[in-house]
């Protein structure tokens, strides 16, 4: 359904992502969004099940890209030391006057 549809035909909109349980809107020829229906009792459910569904997908690309680098062999002492450079990297510069 096009993004047209959407906003001058609401009442078919409904009807046909009712029928088809979901529907991609798309807007100048391109996927836009998709669209489910859910009602109030099925929301929580609905929204866990798309978050999941996100974080698989970003897993995915993270692993992707470790491979890719070389970084999927890291031992367990080369993640530490990773994460405790990227930590100190992150914490403020103190200057001396505070230190002291």
């Known amino acids: 359904m096009t993004i ?12 046909t992502i009712a029928a088809e349980a ?3 809107l798309t807007a100048s020829g391109k996927p836009f969004a998709l669209v489910i229906p859910v009602d109030a009792e099925t929301l929580d459910e609905t929204l866990d099940a798309l978050r999941i569904g996100r974080t698989q997908t970003a897993l995915r690309a993270l692993r992707a890209e470790a491979k890719e680098k070389g970084r999927d062999r890291l031992t367990t002492n080369e993640i530490d030391a990773v994460i405790a450079k990227a930590r100190r990297e ?11």
């Open 90 to 100: 992150r914490r403020p510069r103190r200057s001396r006057a505070a230190r002291r």
């Open 4 to 15: 047209r549809d959407f906003r001058t035909r609401p009442q078919q909109v409904r009807k």
């Open 22 to 24: 979901q529907s991609l």
